[in-house]
């Protein structure tokens, strides 16, 4: 089975904002309703904020590590260059686990 999260995602915002808007043109909604409908918007306009700021600097990480390595391509010799990416690699990996 494969899920499409942006169009869950999508799905669950838009459904949240109708709740939150339900609850607060509902005269007949407790006020307990409509902050638990907005508290629950609040929390994924917090999570998509917290995702996109993941997914920007996983994005200048890989750039970041893609510029290394060219550079070393024309600074290096090969053998230096081969140097440098194994070292590179292992230190990558180290603070990764």
Do not use: C, W
């Not at 550079?71 to 140097?83: I, R």
């Amino acid at each position: 089975m494969i899920i499409d999260l942006d169009e869950k995602l999508v799905d669950h915002f838009a459904r949240l904002e109708e709740l939150a808007t339900e609850a607060e043109e509902g005269a007949g909604e407790s006020f307990s309703s409509r902050a638990s409908a907005m508290g629950a918007l609040n929390g994924m306009l917090k999570e998509l904020v917290k995702v996109q700021a993941e997914t920007v600097n996983m994005a200048r990480l890989l750039s970041v590590e893609q510029a290394l390595i060219e550079s070393a391509k024309e600074l290096f010799e090969p053998a230096g260059y081969d140097l440098f990416t194994e070292k590179l690699r292992e230190l990558l990996e180290k603070s990764d686990s």
